[in-house]
């Protein structure tokens, strides 16, 4: 490699370029927003899941709301005879 006198031209025509560095920064670059996407999704999943939990109980205490009142009017009519 020549020495770079100043004034003579472009840095880059003696700078040397480490393209296994770059390399290994731009994959770890692109591995890091890979992990925040895959992190962000995982959220909208798990919010979406705790959505359908609260939807599936209320589901369940109707269903058991109305086989309470199917044997409270059951008790009344016999009660009633």
């Known amino acids: 490699m020549t ?14 370029f480490d393209a ?3 390399r290994i920064e731009a994959n770890e670059r692109v591995a890091e927003e ?8 995982l959220g909208q999943i798990d919010a979406v899941l705790e959505r ?20 409270a009017e059951a008790v009344i009519r016999t009660a009633m005879r």
């Not at 020495?3 to 040397?16: A, T, V, W």
């Not at 890979?34 to 999704?41: G, I, K, Q, Y």
């Open 52 to 71: 359908l939990e609260k939807r599936i109980w209320v589901g369940v205490y109707g269903v058991a709301a109305f086989l309470l009142a199917q044997g």
């Open 34 to 41: 890979r992990w925040s996407a895959l992190e962000f999704r």
């Open 3 to 16: 020495i770079r006198r100043p004034g003579e031209g472009s840095r880059f025509l003696y700078d040397s």
């Open 20 to 22: 296994a560095s770059a």
